[in-house]
């Protein structure tokens, strides 16, 4: 079963415009990552976040979590028509415990 | 530093047909995944190794499914005999664990197609 669950399933946005997915989890964690997904391409790490931070920054990426309503985001800013693709948010329970991966967000930014 | 690699990238074969999948994970790396990935879905674990060693197979139909890690560096997938359902990209990921950080490297998969 999966952990994870994005909102929304499908983003449409103009380049230069922010946008923002959101991801939900069921059980307690250890940490959480989010992954981009080019089309016919695996997965790419992007950021991971410790269950004890709330807010971590890296270049246009911005991830906030709240453990005490179990949800996540990621915020890219300025997007470019680069970013288009899918992102999963991904959770660890406890240390060398599989990834549960969410279903994920196509992203498409237009130029 | 290499990726993950990955092959075929592309296979097409028919319903109870034989199908085996390769993958060599970063130099170094002791933690081996495979993953199934159904169009407009997220990964699902199917196999994680440690070394040579399996930690992880719960989500791996063993009745057609099977998958090896010899010496601890490439592994091979296979399914015998392949069902319509199990059309998908297969993912291959390692991981340096034991860092409290489990930050998986991705290869770029092999689509299967069954008809």
């Known amino acids: 079963s999966q952990q994870g669950e994005e909102d929304p399933q499908a983003l449409s946005i103009q380049e230069g415009e922010n946008a923002t997915m959101n991801c939900s989890y069921k059980?307690?964690?250890?940490?959480l990552q989010w992954y981009r997904q080019n089309s016919g391409r695996g997965l790419v790490h992007l950021i991971l976040?410790?269950?004890?931070?709330r807010e971590k920054h890296s270049g246009r990426l911005r991830v906030t979590l709240d453990t005490s309503k179990k949800s996540s985001s990621l915020l890219i800013t300025a997007s470019r028509a680069a970013d288009t693709a899918s992102y999963f948010c991904?959770?660890?329970?406890?240390?060398?415990?599989?990834?549960?991966f969410g279903k994920g967000t196509r992203l498409s930014v237009i130029a | 530093e290499a990726g993950v690699a990955q092959s075929p990238r592309y296979k097409i074969i028919e319903k109870r047909q034989s199908v085996a999948f390769w993958c060599n994970p970063i130099?170094?790396?002791?933690?081996l995944y495979w993953y199934q990935q159904i169009l407009g879905q997220g990964p699902k674990l199917l196999i994680q190794?440690?070394?040579?060693?399996?930690?992880?197979d719960s989500q791996l139909p063993k009745d057609r499914f099977s998958a090896e890690r010899l010496k601890g560096v490439d592994s091979t997938l296979k399914i015998q005999p392949a069902k319509l359902e199990d059309s998908a990209v297969y993912l291959c990921?390692?991981?340096?664990?034991?860092?409290?950080?489990?930050?998986?490297?991705f290869g770029a998969g092999t689509r299967l197609s069954v008809l």
């Open positions: 990921a390692s991981s340096l664990v034991g860092q409290g950080r489990n930050i998986q490297y």
């Open positions: 059980t307690s964690i250890n940490n």
């Open positions: 976040i410790r269950s004890n931070e």
């Open positions: 991904a959770t660890e329970i406890s240390g060398n415990t599989p990834l549960v």
């Open positions: 130099s170094g790396h002791a933690t």
């Open positions: 190794f440690q070394n040579n060693g399996v930690v992880d």
